[in-house]
């Protein structure tokens, strides 16, 4: 097991009606004005508005509001709430939503007090000093934005969509009622389900680094969301499954599935390409199509560790004389519930041609500045081949 070092701030309010004491809990930390970040109109349709409203004038807590977050959060968006934040001295974000409105409230926060474009941050050229304070209550379970220390933002006028890491992100407090999920329709929790099986998969076959607990960890998070997944598939208001994703979602991407291994993501690069460009495509449907490809270009560097997850995962037998059959065996297994779940699995069924892979891998290697690590070195050329194979 290699070094590691853990730590997740998070406090979790889970459960039936915990968004009604959301003003209290507010309070109890000693804010007094907020920005109340969210997306489109569901938040009002489900009467969840209107429920964080009451809450927050009851405990007597002001607050401003910034609608319109969108599917992959833009950057347009982000410095609009920078500018309400700084003019209305705004103490707290608090970020009603999936994982869209959460990551813009991170950025929202991020901005806020520090003196510079926020691309800069997401470009890896400057680091943030410090962040406001993030509060989320949780609408769809999928990015585990709710307590990790991600947030991904699109620049809409360079096309590009990037992830920015840091402790600055990890939100206060997250309020999660598995409620709140029963009307989330049957495509968007099918990404949900992808997204969360991916932040897990992806850091368990790992590079190197053998972590026993960890692996057990991740097996359980991944077996526990593919039968949550079906039940709530089957039926949306089955309480006991939209907590067992909701809580996987959470865990999936606050670290605790990645400890002692080194790991990177990168059919999650790879994918931030195609919803970068094509802003129609929902984060966890462009995984589906990757990561089966990306799986098939790699599990050669590997084969133990695939086998492993056949095996403990989608429990497929052993195959002792040929290894690599089970390999095989367990990504076919992935793709085949991917399928089952109504998910895409090829570039087709986004309407993405083979004409956009050269752009998308360009962009992905920052032009030629970066090189995604792995089992091997993934530059152009090897993004383009992966990227093939999801046609």
Partial sequence: MNNFEFYCPTRVFFGRDQQKHVGE????????KVLLHYGGGSIKKIG????????????????????????NPILGLVKKGIEICRKENVELVLAVGGGSAIDSGKA?????????????????KKEPERALPVGTILTLSATGSETSTSTVITNEELKLKRGFNSELNRPLFSILNPELTFTVSPYQTACGIVDIMMHTAERYLTLKGEAEVTDRIAEAVLKSTIQAGRAALKNPEDYEARATLMWAGSLSHNGLTGLGRDYFMVSHQIEHEISGMFEEVAHGAGLAVVFPAWMKYAYKYNIPRFCQYAV?????????????????????????????????????????????????????????????PGYIEYGKKEIIDILRLCL
């Fill in 48 to 71: 969840l508005y209107d429920e964080v409203v009451k809450s927050l004038n009851d405990a007597e807590i002001d607050f401003v509001e910034l609608g319109g977050a969108q599917p």
């Fill in 25 to 32: 809990i507010i309070k109890g930390y000693g804010f007094k």
């Fill in 312 to 372: 403990r995962v989608w429990n497929c037998e052993m195959d002792y004389a040929n290894p690599e059959n089970t390999a095989i065996a367990g990504i076919e297994a992935t793709e085949s519930f991917f399928k089952e779940i109504g998910m895409p699995t090829t570039l087709g069924e986004l309407n993405i041609t083979e004409d956009s892979i050269e752009e998308m891998a360009e962009k992905c290697t920052n032009y030629g500045e970066r090189i995604l």
């Fill in 108 to 124: 929202i926060a991020l901005g806020a007090v520090n003196d510079c474009d926020p691309w800069l941050f997401f470009a890896k």
